[in-house]
């Protein structure tokens, strides 16, 4: 079956730092990637998706390009701010009837960011 | 425009005792889905539905029923609630189940813990 595999954390940095956010997957096919972001006390909130090979995601500053041939949709971010500090989620979801109706996430991934 | 209303936010319960989680959306979606986040898990399907009169179990359905009577309500049964559902509840909900084409919107989660 389907699964995302990304990085442990906690992942603490400064203000200003690049940040990077580890995503691989396991599917068949040709899966949708998605970021999703939950800030503290709130549900998850798309970030960014990419839906075919190549595709670069962006919004807010982050970026993710999907990787067909390393199976990876890594999250990057040039320059961290203290409002980004939350938990982000590496998702996926099928391309066939029997798994394009449900997300696959992975563990999610805590970045707090110092000021 | 309320999105995802998910009530109550936080419960507890005694083990054998029942309750209903509500969710609604007032975005006309067809698309809806509960998911249980736990920790160091990520975010698990308990069940779907696809239109009103329309419901099918996900990953991990057990211990858990739904009905969807409304496109706007797809309300949560817990019949009799042991201490492995302690979890935190988030219902989801997306214009269609085509989730690589539709935004999936996320309600804000019920934290329910079970004594």
């Known amino acids: 079956g389907n699964s995302v595999t990304q990085m442990e954390g906690p992942v603490t940095l400064s203000e200003e730092a690049f940040l990077t956010i580890n995503c691989t997957y396991t599917a068949t096919g040709y899966p949708s990637l998605f970021w999703y972001v939950q800030y503290p006390g709130e549900g998850l909130q798309l970030l960014l998706k990419a839906t075919k090979a190549d595709d670069k995601g962006s919004n807010k500053g982050f970026e993710a390009t999907y990787r067909k041939e390393t199976t990876s949709f890594h999250l990057e971010k040039g320059s961290v701010q203290v409002s980004d500090s939350a938990v982000y989620f590496c998702a996926l979801t099928g391309d066939s009837g029997g798994s394009n109706y449900k997300l696959t996430f992975g563990k999610g991934t805590l970045l707090t960011v110092n000021p | 425009n309320a999105g995802v209303t998910q009530t109550p936010k936080f419960q507890v319960l005694k083990t054998g005792q029942s309750m209903t989680l509500q969710c609604a959306q007032d975005?006309?979606?067809?698309?809806m889905s509960w998911y249980r986040q736990d920790p160091g898990m990520g975010l698990r399907l308990i069940h779907y539905?696809?239109?009103?009169?329309?419901?099918d179990q996900g990953e991990v359905p057990n211990g858990y029923n739904v009905s969807r009577s409304t496109t706007e309500d797809f309300p949560l049964r817990l019949l009799s609630a042991a201490p492995s559902q302690t979890s935190v509840y988030f219902c989801?909900?997306?214009?269609?189940?085509?989730?690589?084409?539709?935004?999936?919107?996320f309600g804000a989660g019920t934290r329910l813990s079970v004594l």
């Open positions: 975005m006309n979606h067809e698309y």
């Open positions: 989801a909900s997306s214009y269609t189940l085509q989730l690589a084409k539709n935004i999936q919107y």
């Open positions: 539905s696809v239109g009103a009169g329309i419901t």
